[in-house]
Every structure is written in structure tokens, then in C-alpha cells.
Nanobody
Framework: VQLQASGGGLVEAGGSLRLSCAAS????????VGWFRQGPGKEREFVGA????????YIDDSVKGRFTISRDNVKNTVNLEMNSLKPEDTAVYYC??????????????????WGQGTQVTVSS
């Protein structure tokens, strides 16, 4: 499975962006899909995920209430809707796919397919 993340860009604080993770060479069927981000000088951190096992979404507390995740089975994408963006949300956003169990859904090591990342820059 190959992943392609898209939708990043430059936005002012308070604005919105919608990131999309598309799968090719396969589908997301059977996979959990996670979104992670890596800011300048920071480690990759969990943003949110769609868990295949229970079909639920998990959002990190740092973005809860502002970010949501949805899965579109028709388009074969998992989307990250980002609202009320803040300058600290500036990062490269990556999507990953794997057969992650719930207890490891927040760990990057649980995902073994990764997209190339898409840059999100939020200006103050």
C-alpha cells in the first residue's frame, strides 16, 4: 500500500485546512490509519487515528475539539479536518497505515506504511 498525503499549505491563525491521505496499490480495508506531525526540531507526535478494529477515531488532547478524522471508503481516503489552527500546529503532517491495535494506536512504530508528508504552516 502506498500513501499520499495532501492538502497542506499556508494559512492564517484561526483558519482551516483539510488534509487527505489517499491509498494506492491497495485499500485501507483492514488497516488503522494514523496522522502524525513533526514540527521544527521536534519529534514526530501523534495527532489522531482511525482504528480499524472498532471503527472509532482517536484524537490527541492537544488538538481535540479542533481536529477531526473521517474515513471515506468511496474515495479510499482518510481525512484530517483542522479548524481554529494555531501557529504551534505548524509541522509536516504524515499519515501512516498499519494493523495497529488500540493500545498502540498512538505509537508511530505501529504503522508500517507512510506517506511523504505535507507541510502545514500557520502564520500568526
Amino acid at each position: 500500500v502506498q500513501l499520499q498525503a495532501s492538502g497542506g499549505g499556508l494559512v492564517e491563525a484561526g483558519g482551516s485546512l483539510r488534509l487527505s491521505c489517499a491509498a494506492s496499490g491497495g485499500t485501507f480495508s483492514g488497516y488503522s490509519v494514523g496522522w502524525f506531525r513533526q514540527g521544527p526540531g521536534k519529534e514526530r507526535e501523534f495527532v489522531g487515528a482511525f482504528a480499524n478494529s472498532n471503527k472509532r477515531t482517536y484524537i490527541d488532547d492537544s488538538v481535540k475539539g479542533r481536529f477531526t478524522i473521517s474515513r471515506d471508503n468511496v474515495k479510499n481516503t482518510v481525512n484530517l479536518e483542522m479548524n481554529s489552527l494555531k501557529p504551534e500546529d505548524t509541522a509536516v503532517y504524515y499519515c501512516g497505515a498499519g494493523r495497529a491495535i488500540i493500545s498502540s494506536i498512538r505509537s508511530a512504530s505501529a504503522y508500517y506504511y507512510w506517506g511523504q508528508g505535507t507541510q502545514v504552516t500557520v502564520s500568526s
